[in-house]
């Protein structure tokens, strides 16, 4: 079953999408709130702890759809994902997060959780998004419901997932030419495998292991590129910039 994805500003904005896939039909159990932004009654039902780390993943409880306010689900959950932070996940991603794990550390687990039923090539910009304070709406329709799904999103001021990629690409780009020309490279020529090199160090399946660790994963994923210099340049940085959200959510935690 396919999914459809929304970016929104701000929790309300994601809620009236809500509102807007009910309206064509869409079942409240097959959409996923994810939010950085919890009310007080939700953060206090749950606190937060220094001790809590990338992966963690606690019981909020079960909530009636009106408490959601969104009027998705009865499941909710808290959990910290790396390079992002406070997660709340509501509807079947709550439920789905509580019945795999049970409130246990499952680091990587938790994005392949909440993803499930998307590319895993797009689960960097999804992360990006709530790092960002963004919220996201998903849900699982039937095929001919996926332009309705769409349609629905856009009416209600969503930004796509691929607008979302490119914004994201044009946050880091003017800062990775710099480094990438330092040594007379040139950046326009090679950005295309620069760029497949740096998000494929954000695949789960290669996050936090070396290229030659990767090779066979990248050769699979793009034959074309993985053996260019280019492309393993941009692995390494994009492995510098796994690492720098890491330590960055690491210095956040410290201080609260």
Same mark, same amino acid.
């Given at each position: 079953?396919?999914?459809?994805?929304?970016?929104?500003?701000?929790?309300?904005?994601?809620?009236?999408?809500?509102?807007?896939?009910?309206?064509?039909?869409?079942?409240?159990?097959?959409?996923?709130?994810?939010?950085?932004?919890?009310?007080?009654?939700?953060?206090?039902?749950?606190?937060?702890?220094?001790?809590?780390?990338?992966?963690?993943?606690?019981?909020?409880?079960?909530?009636?759809?009106?408490?959601?306010?969104?009027?998705?689900?009865?499941?909710?959950?808290?959990?910290?994902?790396? !390079? /992002?932070?406070?997660?709340?996940?509501?509807?079947?991603?709550?439920?789905?997060?509580?019945?795999?794990?049970?409130?246990?550390?499952?680091?990587?687990?938790?994005?392949?959780?909440?993803?499930?039923?998307?590319?895993?090539?797009?689960?960097?910009?999804?992360?990006?998004?709530?790092?960002?304070?963004?919220?996201? /709406?998903?849900?699982?329709?039937?095929?001919?419901?996926?332009?309705? !799904?769409?349609?629905?999103?856009?009416?209600?001021?969503?930004?796509?997932?691929?607008?979302?990629?490119?914004?994201?690409?044009?946050?880091?780009?003017?800062?990775?030419?710099?480094?990438?020309?330092?040594? !007379?490279?040139?950046?326009?020529?090679?950005?295309?495998?620069?760029?497949?090199?740096?998000?494929?160090?954000?695949?789960?399946?290669?996050?936090?292991?070396?290229?030659?660790?990767?090779?066979?994963?990248?050769?699979?994923?793009?034959?074309?590129?993985?053996?260019?210099?280019?492309?393993?340049? !941009?692995?390494?940085?994009?492995?510098?910039?796994?690492?720098?959200?890491?330590?960055?959510?690491?210095?956040?935690?410290?201080?609260?």
């Amino acid at each position: 079953m396919p999914s459809v994805v929304g970016v929104f500003k701000s929790r309300s904005d994601a809620e009236r999408g809500i509102a807007k896939l009910r309206e064509i039909g869409i079942p409240s159990e097959r959409i996923n709130l994810l939010t950085p932004q919890a009310t007080e009654a939700e953060l206090a039902a749950v606190p937060t702890s220094q001790g809590e780390q990338p992966g963690m993943v606690k019981t909020l409880g079960a909530l009636t759809g009106g408490a959601l306010g969104a009027g998705i689900g009865e499941m909710i959950a808290t959990m910290i994902l790396p !390079g /992002v932070g406070f997660v709340l996940a509501l509807g079947l991603a709550g439920g789905a997060l509580l019945g795999a794990i049970g409130g246990g550390v499952i680091g990587n687990e938790a994005e392949k959780t909440v993803f499930a039923s998307l590319p895993e090539e797009e689960f960097f910009v999804y992360e990006d998004a709530l790092r960002r304070g963004r919220s996201l /709406v998903i849900a699982r329709v039937d095929d001919e419901m996926v332009e309705p !799904g769409r349609g629905a999103f856009d009416a209600a001021g969503a930004e796509s997932v691929d607008r979302a990629r490119e914004m994201w690409w044009i946050g880091l780009r003017d800062v990775e030419r710099e480094h990438y020309e330092v040594d !007379g490279r040139k950046f326009e020529e090679d950005e295309p495998y620069f760029r497949d090199g740096f998000e494929a160090a954000l695949l789960p399946s290669c996050r936090d292991k070396s290229y030659d660790e990767c090779l066979d994963d990248l050769r699979n994923r793009y034959p074309r590129m993985y053996d260019r210099e280019p492309f393993e340049h !941009g692995f390494e940085r994009g492995q510098a910039y796994r690492r720098a959200l890491q330590q960055r959510r690491g210095a956040t935690a410290g201080r609260t």
